[in-house]
């Protein structure tokens, strides 16, 4: 079987880390229910809609096109090495390029961005020029940043695997910044943990933007 994942590994077919096979799905009581078909689509996105997630987007630079994507699988992986994992459609024009870039970049995006959210979600929005008009900065590896998101992080690609009709990009964090009190990225040095920074995040849940507010002191 040819995935993205041999096209697209920096170490080819065989990443660092795991195969880029399909793992087993047979597990110990495999045989006690050899019938279980999978769950039909609409049962699967009614209850995923329930979970709730960060809201991101995801850009690359190929050729002299910025890429930009609306993405909320986005999860951390590693912290030795420093690894996150985007899951991205096989049918998304952002897939061809990470792949052929190698190099992306994640903003992490505050409550205020959900109008960007929405049109970077857009399918079939004109591909050159999709960040006109957006507050943008470039990272360090030269990809584009979207300025007043709470944090950035820019990655290159560590390892690409199957992952049905996605592919789980996982990317080493190279770059890791926050953002400072006027919006922008925090002075170098001054990122430290972050704590000090007031954390509006956009959230997605039931096919709806959000954003989340403390809960009082738990007592643990
Ligand atoms: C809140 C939200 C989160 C999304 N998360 C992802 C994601 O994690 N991965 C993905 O491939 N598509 C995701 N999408 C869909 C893409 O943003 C959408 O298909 C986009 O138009 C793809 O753009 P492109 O074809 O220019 O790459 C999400 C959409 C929304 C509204």
Redesign the pocket.
């Known amino acids: 079987m040819s995935t993205g994942a041999d096209a697209a590994s920096p170490r080819g077919a065989s990443p660092r880390g795991a195969s880029p096979r399909r793992a087993s799905p047979r597990g110990p009581d495999a045989q006690a229910s050899p019938t279980w078909q999978p769950v039909d689509e609409q049962s699967y996105r009614t209850a995923l809609r329930r979970l709730a997630s960060g809201?991101t987007v995801v850009t690359t630079r190929h050729g002299d096109v910025d890429?930009a994507?609306?993405?909320?699988?986005?999860t951390s992986v590693s912290l030795r090495p420093p690894l996150v994992l985007?899951?991205?459609?096989k049918?998304?024009?952002?897939?061809g390029a990470v792949l052929a870039t190698g190099v992306w970049g994640v903003s992490i995006l505050s409550a205020d961005a959900a109008r960007v959210?929405?049109h970077?979600?857009?399918?079939?929005?004109p591909?050159h020029g999709q960040l006109d008009g957006a507050d943008v900065h470039r990272g360090r590896t030269g990809v584009p940043l979207l300025g007043r998101s709470l944090a950035w992080l820019e990655c290159r690609t560590w390892a690409v695997y199957d992952g049905g009709d996605?592919s789980i990009v996982v990317g080493e964090v190279v770059e890791a910044r926050i953002r400072g009190e006027g919006g922008g990225p925090a002075d170098e040095g001054q990122s430290g943990t972050g704590t000090s920074t007031s954390v509006s995040p956009l959230v997605?849940v039931n096919a709806a933007y959000h954003t989340v507010r403390r809960l009082g002191d738990l007592g643990d």
Do not use: D, K
Not at 69 to 74: C, I
């Open positions: 809201v890429h994507m609306t993405a909320s699988a986005v985007v899951c991205v459609e049918v998304a024009r952002f897939h959210a929405s970077l979600a857009h399918r079939g929005r591909i996605h997605y």
